[in-house]
């Protein structure tokens, strides 16, 4: 595998910029993987759990929720995405439900103080600019018998991918940073709201997450594995994070699961 010394040298100042912070979080980087949310997982897997935050190059196996693929358009394109995972661990008791809310929360905080507006959530894990994808969240679960740890996978378009209409990107709207300007950003914020979280759940980010709703008050279908389960007009979240609808049989609470949400006309 290729070795990269300027990426190697960034992620060894960010980790001691987090050290610095009082965030105890290895930063490692790989030019090239399958997956960082697999390498994290298979590690944590084997025994050896230490929170830390992996950065990829590329992936030639990055995936989204409901094991869709994260498109990375490779080599020729380099620095084009932000990809990473970050591996830490929460008590055994700890709920996660509406985390990954609360990680899009983080991400926008991290993008706005970067100069970026206009950013909006779409229920349950994706971020938005013009209506468009800018980013993904996957988060990912291994119960060991000290904690339970989440890995929470990050794929973010720093440029917009090539011939992909329904992609955004920062440098399209005047964002010109990389991985690492971002990702300076968006850690601190990710290691500080973990550790919130575990004492708090998801309750302290609902009204932000509403104020960031992409379909607040519009109408929209939730879509299973089949056939469209739900059809109404987006309420927002509880602080369980999970999604209300008032439908034509009155308000009805959806769980993220294994459902997607898709725009409808009014």
């Known amino acids: 595998m290729a070795r990269s010394p300027v990426d190697e040298d ?21 030019e090239r993987t399958g997956s960082t949310n697999s390498d994290l997982l298979a590690q944590l897997r084997t025994g050896a759990a230490a929170p830390q935050c992996l950065v990829a190059g590329h992936q030639s196996g990055g995936r989204g929720r409901r094991a869709r693929a994260w498109l990375d358009e490779g080599a020729d394109h380099d620095a084009a995405a ?29 993008l706005q103080a970067l100069g ?7 229920w349950p894990n994706d971020l938005l600019l013009d209506e468009r994808k800018l980013a993904g969240v996957l988060i990912e679960v291994a ?14 378009n720093l440029r917009a991918p090539a011939g992909l209409a329904q992609a955004s990107g920062l440098a399209e709207h005047g964002i010109a940073a990389d991985r690492w300007q971002v990702l300076g950003e968006v850690l601190p914020r990710l290691l ?9 759940g998801f309750a302290p980010w609902m009204e932000r997450w509403n104020q960031l709703h992409a379909w607040g008050q519009r109408r929209v279908r939730v879509l299973g594995e089949a056939a469209p389960l739900l059809e109404g007009r987006a309420l927002g979240v509880d602080a369980q994070g999970y999604l209300w609808l008032q439908t034509a049989h009155g ?5 993220s699961g294994d459902v997607s949400l898709r725009s409808e006309p009014d």
């Open 192 to 200: 500080t709201g973990l550790q919130e979280f575990a004492r708090d």
């Open 251 to 255: 308000r009805q609470r959806v769980s």
């Open 10 to 30: 960034l992620a060894l100042a960010l980790q001691r910029r987090l050290e610095a912070g009082g965030h105890g979080c290895a930063v490692r980087w790989l």
């Open 116 to 122: 970026l507006t206009g950013a909006t959530l779409k």
């Open 82 to 110: 932000l990809l990473c995972s970050l591996a830490w661990p929460l008590p055994r008791g700890c709920e996660l439900s509406g985390l990954s809310l609360a990680v899009g929360v983080w991400l926008v905080q991290g």
């Open 143 to 156: 119960d060991l018998p000290q904690a339970r740890w989440v890995v929470v996978g990050i794929g973010l």
